[in-house]
């Protein structure tokens, strides 16, 4: 049962990188994500867990790479070339051509696509942010 432990601790573990994904760098974890850093265009991050971007998105982002939909990816400045939430896939054109502020992706089961979300909104929606945020604040 060890194993299962150390398993169930990688996998619900929230990794804190500090640093910038440039062109061609790909950014791969189990867990969540929490990126100190932007994401260049041409750069990638890769998570089996959410997605949290404390800076610009301009490349790539994967959450519940394992197939987690309801895995989530927020960013401080949100101007990707392509967001995925599992299987589902949401290329640039579906936002705003100036870039987003504070805004998460997510998927919307009625829908069946990734939408793009206030990050307030998602608060309300989502029950374990708040655990992440206690997690955060008790270490």
Same mark, same amino acid.
């Given at each position: 049962?060890? /194993?299962?432990a150390i398993?169930?601790?990688?996998?619900?573990?929230?990794k804190?990188?500090?640093?910038?994904?440039?062109?061609?760098?790909?950014? *791969?974890?189990?867990?969540?994500?929490?990126?100190?850093g932007?994401v260049?265009?041409?750069?990638?991050?890769?998570?089996?867990?959410?997605i949290y971007?404390?800076?610009n998105?301009?490349?790539?982002?994967?959450?519940?790479?394992?197939?987690? /939909?309801? *895995?989530f990816?927020?960013a401080?400045?949100m101007?990707?070339?392509?967001?995925?939430?599992?299987?589902?896939?949401?290329?640039a054109?579906?936002y705003?051509?100036?870039?987003?502020?504070?805004?998460?992706?997510?998927v919307?089961?009625?829908e069946?696509?990734?939408?793009?979300?206030?990050?307030?909104?998602?608060?309300?929606?989502r029950?374990?942010?708040?655990?992440?945020?206690?997690?955060v604040?008790?270490?």
């Amino acid at each position: 049962h060890r /194993e299962d432990a150390i398993r169930w601790k990688e996998e619900s573990d929230i990794k804190i990188f500090n640093q910038i994904v440039r062109s061609g760098q790909v950014l *791969s974890i189990t867990g969540d994500l929490l990126l100190v850093g932007d994401v260049n265009p041409g750069g990638k991050v890769v998570a089996t867990g959410n997605i949290y971007i404390m800076g610009n998105l301009y490349g790539i982002a994967h959450a519940g790479a394992a197939g987690d /939909e309801n *895995s989530f990816i927020a960013a401080s400045y949100m101007k990707p070339t392509q967001l995925r939430i599992a299987d589902y896939i949401s290329r640039a054109p579906d936002y705003e051509s100036k870039g987003v502020y504070m805004e998460c992706g997510i998927v919307d089961q009625k829908e069946k696509k990734i939408v793009i979300d206030k990050l307030q909104n998602l608060m309300r929606q989502r029950n374990e942010i708040s655990g992440f945020e206690r997690r955060v604040n008790n270490g």
